[in-house]
């Protein structure tokens, strides 16, 4: 299956918001190119009572209703069982692990991804354990549902798949890609608002504009994101990167 597109399966109570902002600009006409494939599954349909439930109230007590794990389970299960190949499992929550670029990076290298999108006070905890399911969390903070954090990740994702972008030097050069947030960018016109743009950018001189970005790239980096920053000199000076 070499030329099989990257697949998005996205189990969800809302099949309805796919592929929604996904639809338009890069990433819909990377899917009308068959670039990458998006599939919906209604974890609704899964449920075993007349009423279609799928949630009940948390065990112990506390707001809110959990995702019943026999139900979604029977989801991923069957999604699974149609696949013709085997894709990692992941559930976007607060509690996952942060949703990195190398992650991005290492989805988009692979073959797809399955999504299950969690609502209420999210999903029980025997279904993560039992599926092997990675959770990543698109930051921290609270969404009403995993439909627009799957959203984030597959447009991370997609961006990034051969032929999408059209430029690969300019993915290579974005921000996290060398563990720095990307220097400031300028375009026409020259002067705005008595804001000029900085003149080593309009000197012609390749390597002279080569080490204002870098220099930019460290200082904003070193400003803004002490963390990354930390990391990147950390694992240079480690003798490796990323
Ligand atoms: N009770 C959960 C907690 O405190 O961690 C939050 C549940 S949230 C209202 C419903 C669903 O939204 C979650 O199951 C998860 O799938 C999704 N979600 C919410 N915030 C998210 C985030 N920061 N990253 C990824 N997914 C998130």
């Known amino acids: 299956m070499a030329d099989a597109p990257w697949t998005a399966r996205v189990l969800t109570l809302y099949?309805?918001?796919?592929?929604?902002p996904l639809g338009h600009s890069l990433a819909g006409a990377a899917r009308a190119r068959a670039i990458w494939a998006l599939e919906t599954v209604d974890i609704r349909g899964f449920a075993r009572d007349k009423h279609a439930t799928?949630?009940?109230?948390?065990?112990?007590?506390?707001p809110g209703m959990v995702l019943r794990p026999d139900v979604l389970a029977?989801?991923?299960?069957?999604?699974?069982?149609?696949?013709?190949?085997?894709?990692?499992?992941?559930?976007?929550?607060?509690?996952?692990?942060?949703?990195?670029?190398?992650?991005?990076?290492?989805?988009?290298?692979?073959d797809g991804a399955v999504l299950i999108c969690g609502r209420f006070e999210g999903v029980d905890e025997r279904v993560l354990e039992a599926r092997d399911i990675e959770e990543l969390s698109v930051g921290d903070y609270v969404l009403s549902g995993g439909e627009t954090a799957a959203l984030v990740l597959l447009d991370a994702v997609v961006r990034l798949?051969?032929?999408?972008?059209?430029?690969?030097?300019?993915?290579?050069?974005?921000?996290?890609?060398?563990?720095?947030?990307?220097?400031?960018?300028?375009?026409?016109?020259?002067?705005?608002?008595?804001?000029?743009?900085?003149?080593?950018?309009?000197?012609?001189?390749?390597e002279q504009i080569r080490r204002w970005r870098r220099a930019e790239s460290e200082r904003s980096t070193r400003e803004r994101r002490p963390d990354l920053w930390r990391a990147a000199t950390g694992s240079r000076e480690n003798g490796t990167n990323g």
Do not use: C, K, N
Request: zero cysteines; proline letters at 10%.
């Open 74 to 110: 029977a989801a991923i299960d069957d999604a699974e069982a149609r696949a013709e190949r085997r894709l990692p499992l992941i559930y976007p929550t607060p509690r996952g692990a942060s949703l990195t670029q190398r992650r991005v990076r290492e989805l988009a290298a692979g």
């Open 161 to 206: 798949l051969p032929g999408v972008t059209g430029s690969a030097e300019s993915a290579a050069e974005e921000s996290f890609e060398a563990g720095l947030l990307e220097y400031p960018q300028y375009t026409r016109p020259r002067m705005w608002e008595d804001r000029q743009v900085p003149d080593v950018l309009l000197s012609g001189d390749h």
């Open 15 to 20: 099949p309805e918001m796919f592929p929604g």
């Open 54 to 62: 799928v949630d009940d109230a948390p065990f112990g007590g506390g």
